[in-house]
């Protein structure tokens, strides 16, 4: 059966979201008809920012953690139920695809209720409580990473890589030499293509670790030869702005940026937390990485992704609770003093990549609704 109309459901963060917008876009390219269904505190925002790439979303009402507060999650959760069914009448889909969070659970439930293939994707080596929850209703269970806890998981597991933007996809064979003097384009700076370049991120919430460690580690080495991409997250660029004042050495400072596929073009080295994404994005442009995962990520599931990458050599670890500023000199020296061996490290984190993650998904999602 051709896979003609789809319903993918996003709740919670951006790990969940914009793989799912991912999804939702290469499949509406490929003349296919699709709906994100959202729910979570940030629903309404992540609408926004479907609809604005042409994407059609209709959000879900919110539903709050059970027991904190127990009759506005009832609320939420049958309100979503109802809402859910309402757009599956409408729409008629073939098949629900499910990206994790318990905030999908009203889709979810009322994809059974009408009797729609349900298919799940985690963006994880560590597949999360809610996917592993749901596992029993669905037709398949999609992977970015081999899953350290496949055991627990009661549907079909196969290993499809991270849903990508197109954008990077298509993007992923520019030379470091064109990302550099299109940055230089751009944010009018004088980076250098024949320079060591450092990209260093904390997501969008930025860390300490990467705002200050760092930048600090960077000025008590600035006589060696780097240049440094730094992207600090919203509201987190004062105080790297300060370190970084009076540098000797070229940077490129900003909160975020749209051009992700320029800094990972132009990047040597990625200093940055393990989400999944950042992980698939590295990957696809042969970044090797100084990994600290976020201490707080939901079962440690950064460190499971880290040690993917790390188990291989293609990536370096630094827990959270071990990275100090003397750290960070010392990390940043021993790439700077082994220069081919990371260079090694970036031939090993291509062989990570997985362009077709997207396409592989639908397949099997046309593959399961064939039997």
């Keep these: 059966m051709a896979l003609e109309r789809m319903i993918i459901t996003c ?5 969940h979201f914009y793989p799912g917008l991912a999804i939702a876009k290469e499949f509406q390219d490929r003349g296919g008809k699709v709906i994100l269904l959202l729910s979570g505190v940030n629903a309404e925002k992540q609408s926004e920012i479907a609809r604005s790439q042409g994407v059609g979303a209709e959000c879900l009402p919110m539903m709050p953690h059970p027991l904190k507060k127990p009759f506005k999650f009832l609320s939420g959760l049958f309100g979503g139920i109802s809402g859910s069914r309402r757009v599956i009448k409408r729409f008629a889909p073939q098949a629900i695809l499910g990206m994790g969070s318990f905030a999908s659970l ?5 994809a059974k209720l009408s009797r729609i293939p349900l298919m799940l994707h985690d963006g994880n080596a560590r597949v999360g409580r809610a996917n592993r929850w749901f596992s029993h209703l669905a037709e398949f269970l999609a992977v970015a990473y081999p899953a350290v806890n496949a055991k627990k998981v009661k549907a079909p597991l196969h290993v499809t890589g991270m849903p990508l933007r197109k954008e990077l996809i298509l993007q992923r064979n520019i030379s470091k030499s064109g990302a ?6 751009l944010f009018e700076c004088n980076l250098d293509a024949n320079k060591n370049t450092i990209l260093v991120f904390g997501g969008s919430q930025g860390a300490a670790i990467f705002n200050e460690y760092y930048p600090e580690a960077f000025r008590k080495l600035e006589e060696r030869d780097f240049q440094i991409l730094h992207l600090t997250g919203k509201g987190k660029i004062e105080t790297p702005k300060k370190i970084y ?3 000797n050495f070229p940077y490129l400072l900003l909160e ?6 320029l800094f990972l073009a132009a990047a040597d080295l990625a200093v940055c937390r393990s989400g999944g994404s950042s992980l698939a994005e590295l990957a696809l442009f042969g970044v090797p990485a100084i990994l600290t995962p976020y201490p707080q990520a939901a079962e440690g599931h950064q460190t499971d992704n880290a040690r993917e990458f790390a188990k291989c050599d293609a990536a370096k670890i630094v827990p959270n609770e071990e990275l100090t500023k003397e750290k960070a000199v010392e990390l940043i020296s021993e790439y700077l ?14 062989t990570k990549a997985m362009p077709d993650a997207t396409k592989q998904l639908l397949e099997l999602i046309e593959k399961a609704l064939a039997k």
């Design 245 to 247: 004042q009076g540098a």
């Design 11 to 15: 709740g919670g963060t951006g790990g």
């Design 256 to 261: 975020s940026s749209e051009k992700m596929e």
């Design 180 to 185: 550099i003097s299109k940055l230089n384009e």
């Design 106 to 110: 009203p889709p979810i439930a009322a």
């Design 337 to 350: 003093d082994n220069e081919s061996d990371w260079q090694r490290r970036a031939q090993i984190m291509a």
